[in-house]
């Protein structure tokens, strides 16, 4: 039970630790919903070399990390770990319409969720797998 917990706080501080050794433009700053954004409703930093993109979000009910290799302006591909209730390790495929840094973006998610021990709400039923839409917006 307090393993989620545990990885909260190491995707908390791997996202304050490499945010402080790049400057501020080189942020992308998004908001949106998904795996990708943590679930529900999240804020998403990345960090874009060349054809690499990291990034880290913080949501409602919990954080992700991920990474994504750029095979073009408009698309990517990648993998994401999301840690809410249940762990969510995905692989994924984004469209930028406009670009990487501005405007609206799309995601879709293949994911698993592994089976967990845990008492009443945390209690699953074996692993599950998923598909999900991310969806946000840059700023």
Request: with cysteine; net charge neutral; charged share 10%.
């Amino acid at each position: 039970m307090h393993r989620p917990i545990l990885q909260l706080r190491f995707i908390f501080l791997f996202a304050v630790f490499s945010s402080c050794v790049v400057k501020a433009s080189e942020l992308n700053h998004n908001l949106g919903t998904g795996l990708q954004y943590s679930g529900l409703i999240g804020y998403q930093i990345s960090l874009q070399k060349e054809q690499h993109l990291l990034r880290g979000a913080v949501g409602l009910i919990g954080a992700s990390a991920g990474y994504d290799y750029l095979l073009n302006s408009n698309w990517s591909i990648g993998a994401t770990y999301t840690a809410t209730i249940r762990s969510v390790y995905s692989l994924n495929i984004n469209y930028y319409p406009q670009s990487l840094t501005d405007g609206f973006r799309v995601g879709l998610d293949l994911g698993h969720m592994p089976d967990t021990d845990g008492d009443g709400f945390f209690s699953t039923d074996g692993a599950k797998n998923v598909i999900w839409l991310s969806a946000g917006c840059a700023f």
